[in-house]
T-cell receptor, first 110, second 114 residues
Framework: DQQVKQNSPSLSVQEGRISILNCDYT??????FLWYKKYPAEGPTFLIS?????DKNEDGRFTVFLNKSAKHLSLHIVPSQPGDSAVYFC?????????FGSGTKLNVKP | DSGVTQTPKHLITATGQRVTLRCSPR?????VYWYQQSLDQGLQFLIH???????AKGNILERFSAQQFPDLHSELNLSSLELGDSALYFC?????????????FGEGSRLTVL
């Protein structure tokens, strides 16, 4: 049951450039859309979220875009920093359950 | 430190055995969620409890069960273990049933079934 897909398992970006991570979904009933970041040997940590009534949310270097018609969610990180190197999961859901993508491993090269 | 505590961190057991994973949510959080992450896979939602009551079930096998106790800690019981159950099991908590949407995750319990 792959309701959420992150089609790029990995992404490599030069420090200072933009990182764009993508997420596609199939269920149009999702209300909340989130991004989580995960370092090795740690649990995922919340990064940024957006509700279905908005199409953009910014928090510092991180911006999440939601295109409901295309069922597409993206995370932009600009400028990218080496400390951003981690696995990024998108998570989509409703009140009681959230579905996570398989993750994209971002490597920001100095 | 997310404030969510999971024990044990690592567990090695044999097929057919039963194990219990424990989760203590952040102070004040009423919701507990369990997720399974197999090798190179995403986080698979297993089950959600809110203030002691089951709220939602995901792809949880019948061999697995969970409960949330009056002190709000939760346990995930895995029985008749199979090799494919080897995974990282995460617990997450939130204040309410995802009204805001932010889950706080523990560091996970790594289960290896030999």
């Amino acid at each position: 049951d792959q309701q959420v897909k992150q089609n790029s398992p990995s992404l490599s970006v030069q420090e200072g450039r933009i990182s764009i991570l993508n997420c596609d979904y199939t269920n149009s009933m999702f209300d909340y859309f989130l991004w989580y970041k995960k370092y090795p040997a740690e649990g995922p940590t919340f990064l940024i979220s957006i509700s279905s009534i908005k199409d953009k949310n910014e928090d510092g270097r991180f911006t999440v875009f939601l295109n409901k018609s295309a069922k597409h969610l993206s995370l932009h990180i600009v400028p990218s920093q080496p400390g951003d190197s981690a696995v990024y999961f998108c998570a989509l859901g409703n009140f009681n359950k959230f579905y996570f993508g398989s993750g994209t491993k971002l490597n920001v090269k100095p | 430190d997310s404030g969510v505590t999971q024990t044990p961190k690592h567990l090695i057991t044999a097929t057919g055995q039963r194990v219990t994973l424990r989760c203590s949510p952040r102070s004040g959080d009423l919701s507990v969620y369990w997720y399974q992450q197999s090798l190179d896979q995403g986080l698979q939602f297993l089950i959600h409890y809110y203030n002691g009551e089951e709220r939602a079930k995901g792809n949880i096998l019948e061999r697995f069960s969970a409960q949330q106790f009056p002190d709000l800690h939760s346990e995930l019981n895995l029985s008749s273990l199979e090799l494919g159950d080897s995974a990282l099991y995460f617990c997450a908590s939130s204040v309410e049933g995802l009204v805001f949407g932010e889950l706080f995750f523990g560091e996970g319990s790594r289960l290896t079934v030999l």
